[in-house]
């Protein structure tokens, strides 16, 4: 029945109704003897400022309690991160304290690694064992054979806890599994980099171009807001992703690009901008040096040349080029996040820099602004002890131009003892069988640990293996370190608790103080709670613990943003100016023989093809969830509770599958993913599929998102390093659709 | 006499679902249940695709076939703009709203009442938006008076292109989407 005929066929039954006296009089359809619902906001209410943890963006936030107990999470108007509104994962945030399935209470494992059996056990015990072990370790190997890998502001405290201990080999894989590659192609081109939040002005914007970057479906909040007003501007969008992405959807211009062949894009593009002088002469000569080598390098890379990599018309590349150049300095190329790609992407990223260069807007508004930060002292702690081994991660500067931590490099040391071994590690809020590529070559380095502390909200896979389970409360439920931003108006934002924590659980400033007095660390931990740590720090600065705790935020002044309002136009490079011509990387070259790789100028390496029958693999986010941390929220889960397969529908008719089939997808190492249902669609291109990443969950304690959908990550056996920085690039991988198995 | 309407611009709104979410925690909508929800609807072929993401919800109809049928009185058009609602205690949860709703946004609670959405009643008796409204990071949603030619939401209606869903099922539905 269409919706039409029911209609009347029930407009019917009502007539019926009321012929035989069943219905209330409808005339004037006004029914005041009904009462409305009872609304949800009857009760005590009290508001408490904090903000966001569920990422890494910080967002400024109000939670309601109703009658003692946690009811919502509202954006704080006074935050100019969020501006008065959080993202969909924000607003689900206290879905995360209701989890029934988060840890409880401390664990220590029961049998063998990764069986995943736990005694239960007191947190004076669990610490007491951690203690221990981690002497143990300093005692046989040196403390630096110990390592933190964790995610975000609440890992302070521990990274404090670590330094205090002696090593300092502390990482996250925010650097080499993520924007690692991007900031390294900013700091060789302007001697900085975007920053994060990034220093995007897309707001402003006239021509936004984004290259793989789907914001929309990434959502970090202030980019979507900002991406959001863009469009209401009439902001000239340019999408490059083979996925028909949302943004793309918001496009002027889609390039539906070749997987692989971005740089070669780029080449093109900077190749237009020189060879049609769009570019901005007058800030590249103020600011700028290498225009004359770079342009001679670029000669070749027509579009026509590029048309054949990328599979975009040679017009619609001078075209796109124009748009940009017509729109400077107000041209945003965005630089992206996840930047880890093909194993050039310091390079790519690279290229992205010097278009922005020649178009002029780094420091221009509509650009890239100048960030600013408020000054707020650190905490006077002791000296923190210097051991006589440098970090592990990086040997003999293998990676010349990583500017943090690689924590691969951190895995390959526990895998392989060198250049000494670790045998302890302490993760914190990262699930490292998904945030590491090569799952076998993770949990091999676990199982060299002496060891393997995780502390986490919910059971991940991560903590599947360890030997000590550490259950911190969530962010809802305590303090954290203050967020002193840089941000274009700069800010301190204060996370205090909402409400206590269901069980047993503890924030992580107190794992870190228990921890540091059983090692003996006082010294490092002269302050009783965290309260007290705070008000130090506030006082310092000037400011109120009580006051904070009021407003949960103080926005400072805001000073220039923009080089044309007296921003300093600083570039920390070795010539001082922007680098299109990369001083560091041709010192380098000279000295070691003209690597490939590390040209002053990127070059262009065309992708391998696709084995026969394969798709390349793409991976990406959703608006719903984080990486792998959030698929147990009751909330999100409710919302988006499985990623899909999507497969060109193209593809999907030749192979005879519909929307909502279910297959299993094989690896070039034979990896089978868990089972996933297609999504048959025209919004991406034949030779690829695309997932999001995060699903496919094999944590039996992860009870609502066990085998929902499929893994990415233990689809990425494969991945190539970036041999400036240590980046793992993932999108090497290439995956042959196949039907679920009978077993 | 206000007639609350929603404007909803697709050329901003990015199918995020914070609407969903919002809603969900705002008025405690039990699991695998929704008040609200998002849409793709896709025309063409790749790589020239035609995409419109929407909310959806109930659309608070000018002429709601789900009030004309309920028995009980339950499902009534409220005096405050004209937002249908249901009453919990009046309704016997026979069902036939749910049937009649060319929307299908309506759905038997666990409780035992049909359930939908309330355009955040109380809310916007206190003079706020709709949870959905006021969380939306793109500012994608508007709500309003439609009667008012001086509110926002009349003005955009003015100004912009817009649609509604199902205009074929005749019941004036009140949640209107602005398109590029
Ligand atoms: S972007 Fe979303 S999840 Fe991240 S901090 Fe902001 S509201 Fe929270």
């Known amino acids: 029945m269409n919706a ?55 967002c400024g936030a109000i939670a309601t309690v109703r009658d003692g107990q946690l ?46 059996t736990w005694n239960v056990v007191s947190w004076d015990e669990a610490l007491g064992y951690t203690a221990e072990k981690m002497k143990a370790i300093a005692q046989k190997y040196g403390p630096e054979s110990m390592a933190l890998i964790s995610h975000g502001l609440g890992g302070t405290f521990l990274k404090h806890l670590m330094k205090a201990y002696g090593t300092p080999n502390l990482a996250a894989p925010s650097f080499a599994q993520c924007r690692g590659p991007r900031d390294v192609g900013f700091r060789l081109t302007f001697g900085d980099d975007p920053g994060s939040p990034e220093r995007t002005d897309i707001a402003n914007a006239r021509c936004l171009v984004l290259i793989g970057s789907h914001l929309g479906e990434n959502m970090h909040n202030t980019q979507v807001q900002e991406f959001a007003e863009a469009i209401e501007n009439d902001c000239h969008v340019i999408v490059v992703d083979p996925r028909f992405s949302t943004a793309a959807s918001k496009a002027k211009h889609y390039l539906p690009i070749r997987p692989g062949t971005d740089l070669a894009l ?34 070749p890379f027509t579009p026509e040349w590029a048309y054949p990599e990328t599979g975009i018309s040679a017009a619609v590349i001078r075209e796109t080029a124009r748009v940009m150049g017509r729109a400077k300095p107000a041209t945003l ?25 020649l178009l002029g807007s780094w420091g221009r508004k509509g650009g890239f602004y100048v960030p600013a930060q408020m000054d707020l002292p650190g905490y006077p702690y002791p000296p923190y002890p210097h051991g006589e081994r440098g970090k592990v991660d990086n040997p003999d500067k293998k990676y010349p131009f990583a500017h943090d931590t690689i924590s691969t490099g951190i895995r390959s040391a526990a895998l392989t003892g060198k250049p000494y071994p670790i045998k302890g590690l302490m993760t914190y809020a990262t699930n490292l069988i998904y945030a590491l590529p090569n799952e076998a070559e993770t949990i091999e ?36 370190e203050l967020n002193v931003e840089l941000f274009r108006d700069p800010f301190i934002a204060l996370r205090q608790p909402v409400v206590a924590s269901p069980q047993e659980q503890k924030p992580n400033w107190w794992i870190a103080r228990e921890l540091g007095l059983r090692l003996g660390l006082e010294k490092f931990f002269p302050w009783p709670d965290i309260e007290t740590y705070l008000q130090t720090r506030l006082e310092k600065g000037g400011y109120s613990l009580e006051a904070l ?98 497969l060109n529908a193209g593809e999907a008719r030749r192979l005879g599958l519909n929307t909502g089939d279910r297959v299993c997808l094989r690896n070039q190492d034979d990896v089978l993913s868990e089972p996933i249902t297609v999504r048959a669609t025209e919004r991406i291109r034949p030779d690829c599929v695309f997932m999001v990443h995060g699903f496919g969950h094999q944590a039996k304690g992860l009870r609502r998102a066990l085998r929902k959908g499929a893994s990415d990550s233990r689809l990425q056996t494969r991945y190539k390093t970036d041999p400036l920085m240590g980046g793992t690039a993932l999108n090497m991988n290439f995956v042959r659709i196949e039907p679920v198995s009978s077993i | ?141 508007y709500f309003g008076d439609l009667d008012d030619p001086e509110s926002e939401v009349s003005k955009l209606l003015a100004s912009r292109r817009s649609h509604v869903l199902l205009p074929e099922a005749g019941t004036g539905p009140r949640v209107i989407y602005l398109t590029a």
């Open chain 1, 445 to 480: 380095a676990f199982k060299q640990l002496d060891l393997l502390a995780v502390v986490e909200v919910a059971p991940s896979e991560t903590a599947g293996w360890a030997d000590v389970v550490l259950p911190e409360s969530t962010y809802l439920e305590r303090y954290d």
């Open chain 1, 4 to 58: 039409l005929s029911r209609r009347r066929f029930l407009g019917i039954s009502a007539a019926t109704l009321a012929a035989a006296g069943l219905a209330p009089a409808l005339t004037g359809r006004r029914t005041a003897q009904a009462s409305p619902p009872p609304a949800p906001d009857a009760g005590k209410l009290e508001t408490i400022p904090t903000f966001c943890d569920v990422c890494f963006w910080k």
């Open chain 2, 1 to 141: 006499m206000a007639r609350l309407g929603m404007v909803i611009d697709t050329a901003k709104c990015v199918g995020c679902s914070d609407c969903v979410v919002a809603c969900k925690a705002e008025n405690g909508v039990p699991a695998g249940f929704f008040r609200d929800w998002l849409t793709e609807s896709l025309r063409g072929r790749f790589p020239t695709p035609h995409l419109e993401l929407r909310s959806e919800r109930c659309n608070h109809c000018d002429d709601p076939p789900c009030v004309t049928c309920c028995p009980t009185g339950a499902s009534h058009v409220h005096p405050w703009g004209g937002v249908i609602l249901v009453d919990h205690d009046a309704c016997v949860g026979c069902k036939a709203c749910i049937a009649s709703c060319p929307y299908n946004a309506r759905f038997l609670h666990p409780e035992g009442y049909a359930d939908k959405c309330t355009f955040c009643i109380h809310r916007v008796e206190k003079g706020q938006d709709p949870a959905c409204v006021s969380v939306c990071p793109t500012r994608c949603m």
């Open chain 1, 549 to 646: 705790k009021k407003s949960g935020i103080i926005v400072g002044p805001k000073p220039p943003i923009y080089f044309e309002e007296g921003a300093p136009a600083e570039f920390n490079t070795p010539s001082g100016k922007i680098e299109l011509w990369s001083s560091a990387l041709q010192k380098y070259s000279d000295e070691h023989g003209n690597p490939a790789g590390f040209e002053p100028a990127p070059r262009y390496t065309p992708p391998e093809p696709n084995p026969p029958g394969s798709y390349r693999l793409l991976c990406g986010r959703a608006p719903t969830h984080t990486f792998s941390r959030t698929q147990s929220n009751p909330l999100l889960s409710d919302v988006m509770p499985e990623n899909a397969l999507w």
């Open chain 1, 71 to 116: 009811w919502k999470i509202e954006g704080n108007p006074a935050d100019p991160l969020c501006r008065g509104r959080l993202c969909p994962r924000g607003t689900g945030g206290v879905g995360a304290h209701f989890d029934e399935d988060r840890l409880q209470r401390p664990l220590l494992r029961a049998n063998v690694r990764g069986e995943d």
């Open chain 1, 266 to 299: 780029l080449l093109a593009w900077i190749n237009v901008l020189i060879t049609e002088k769009l570019y901005d002469a007058e800030y590249l000569a103020q600011h700028a040096v290498g225009f004359e080598q770079l342009a001679a390098y670029v000669a």
């Open chain 1, 333 to 357: 190329v965005h630089p992206g996040r996840h930047a880890v790609w093909y194993g050039d992407d310091a390079q790519r990223s690279r290229a992205v820099a010097i278009l922005n260069a």
